[in-house]
């Protein structure tokens, strides 16, 4: 089972590190700075919720623009409402163009985050147009004026990171100082309240940003993830690698090379008599020390769960079957030089057994599931601690073993 000098050593005293949280922020702020260290479910889940808001937002600006021009007829000079409502109905064609690509591309938190970006910047644009053309009517420009204000405010109704916030503040605020600069107010007191206004309610809109973010987090583990390891449920997985299918399948329709997704299944070797030996708590420690192998042996994009008791599954998005077996013999190693401290000071070693496979372009989720099953079990049949990413006893040279 390897020189013991090499084994890496667990507490069941040890505090496990969560993988995905920058270490050197506190703690409150971890989960919402930005999207670096979240997973893909929750990307997932995140997009959902920001498009939905963004459909909502987009559609009600879309059918607002229209009695608003009617407020412009009622409220500017002749010379002037030409001009606006062709602008307007320009506007309404590119927010059209924002809901159509909101529908369309859902569970893409970039091109979501784009369409939002997009959302919010058009009118920041629209009102510095105006700025630029109609610079000496502007006070006759009845509400036009609080156009960066609404659009910094209306941050806080997306549950954005505080990254992805800032950044589009930031330009709305440089937006408004050019603004300022072109009106020559950028050095009045008028114009310096604009721009404390505008970070304050940035402010305000940040904080309102992190605790939605924080919030969605919290619930999204207690629903999502197995309280014991940390890691995804059962459900959550099957879920997210049924969306990674269709995102692939949805590639195959317009004729583009989907990118390959591996299945790694994997089983503690003679767990219950780790449980029988030495008790459920040192076995509970079994689980989590193997939960964190599998984080830091795999990729923040990879999706990990606890399949069920002493089974795990890992899905590898836009990874071979090659390159699954480097994984899976990572993996494989670590374990072989794990040990866990029982309560006596005692030693307790595990291995673990692994099938491999690669859904295939013409199958069904449960096929390949039921594959990397029965390949898992035949790892274990030929006597445990190794992989297997083969179907039949006649393909056994292309696996390794491992005999102790």
């Not at 407020?71 to 109905?89: F, G, H, K, T």
């Not at 009845?142 to 589009?168: D, K, R």
């Not at 690698?241 to 399948?249: A, G, I, M, V, W």
């Not at 673990?352 to 599931?369: C, N, Q």
């Amino acid at each position: 089972m390897g020189n013991s000098k090499d084994r890496r050593r667990f507490s069941l005293k040890t505090k496990q590190q969560n993988p995905w949280e920058p270490r050197w922020l506190p703690a409150s702020l971890r989960d919402s700075l930005n999207n670096k260290h979240h997973s893909r479910d929750f990307n997932f889940a995140r997009s959902d919720y920001l498009r939905s808001r963004i459909l909502f937002v987009a559609t009600t600006f879309f059918l607002l623009a229209p009695l608003w021009i009617l407020v412009d007829y009622l409220l500017l000079p002749a010379e002037m409402l030409s001009n606006l409502v062709i602008s307007r109905l320009i506007l309404m064609g590119f927010l059209a163009i924002i809901i159509l690509s909101a529908r369309r591309n859902q569970h893409q938190l970039n091109k979501i985050y784009n369409a939002l970006t997009a959302l919010l910047l058009l009118p920041a644009l629209f009102y510095f147009a105006l700025v630029l053309f109609y610079s000496d009517q502007m006070d006759s420009l009845v509400g036009y004026n609080f156009i960066p204000l609404l659009i910094i405010a209306f941050l806080s109704v997306f549950p954005l990171t505080i990254i992805e916030s800032l950044s589009i503040g930031v330009v709305i605020i440089v937006i408004q100082l050019l603004a300022l600069l072109n009106l020559n107010e950028l050095t009045t007191p008028d114009g310096w309240q604009t721009l404390f206004l505008l970070i304050v309610v940035l402010a305000i809109s940040l904080w309102a940003n992190h605790s939605q973010v924080s919030t969605l987090l919290r619930l999204y583990r207690q629903a999502s993830m197995d309280s014991l390891t940390g890691l995804l449920n059962r459900g959550v997985l099957l879920e997210q690698l049924n969306q990674l299918c269709k995102s692939r399948d949805e590639k195959l329709a317009e004729h583009e090379l989907p990118a390959p997704i591996s299945l790694l299944m994997f089983d503690l070797d003679k767990f219950k008599r780790i449980n029988d030996t030495y008790g459920h708590s040192v076995g509970d420690q079994v689980l989590q020390v193997f939960a964190q192998i599998l984080h830091e042996e795999l990729r923040n994009n990879d999706l990990i769960a606890r399949y069920g008791g002493e089974e795990f599954v890992a899905v590898l998005p836009s990874t071979s079957k090659v390159d699954a077996r480097q994984i899976a013999e990572r993996v494989r190693l670590e374990c072989e030089k794990s040990t866990v401290i029982a309560h006596d000071g005692e030693t307790v070693n595990f291995t673990t057994s692994i099938g491999i496979t690669e859904i295939r372009l013409d199958e069904s989720i449960d096929t390949a599931l039921h594959r990397v099953d029965t390949r898992l079990y035949l790892a274990k049949n030929l006597g445990r601690n190794r992989y297997v990413d083969y179907d039949s006893a006649t393909e056994q040279e292309e696996t390794y073993h491992y005999f102790r």
